[in-house]
């Protein structure tokens, strides 16, 4: 079964069926959606998904429906936590390469869980011993 970890535009493109999302990215999240894979998203995706809602950029609906992804919890879509080991592994990514502390956070989180990260982002694809897939 495999497990990525979701970048921000990934899971809301997913959500809305944009066509923007990649392939590779679709078929993660179809199989996650059929329980043949599993999505891990990183708690600050959540974050920054209430606070695109709050400024209008993304509908008000989205929040509750990234939500009721991971809550009651489910065995296809994880929340990663910003636990220390995380907090450990965003300490080896480098500013000069990915200066967005959001984005070193969902970097990290992929990181250190050794997953690879869906993501459409080439700067995130420059940090040492993150794969990225899109």
């Known amino acids: 079964m495999a497990e990525y970890v979701a970048d921000t535009h990934a899971l809301v493109w997913h959500l809305t069926n944009d066509s923007r999302l990649s392939p590779i990215a679709r078929a993660a999240f179809t199989d996650a959606d059929n329980g043949r894979g599993v999505i891990w998203i990183p708690g600050v995706v959540l974050v920054e998904i209430v606070y695109l809602v709050e400024k209008a950029r993304l509908p008000g609906s989205m929040s509750a429906q990234v939500l ?29 390469i990915l200066p967005d502390m959001p984005d070193r956070i969902i970097a990290a989180s992929a990181k250190y869980l050794g997953l690879p990260l869906l993501s459409k982002d080439l700067a995130m694809a420059g940090i040492p011993g993150l794969s990225v897939v899109w």
């Open 68 to 96: 009721d992804l991971v809550d009651p919890p489910r065995d296809n879509y994880l929340i990663v936590p910003l636990d220390a080991g995380v907090i450990r592994t965003l300490q080896t990514i480098d500013r000069e």
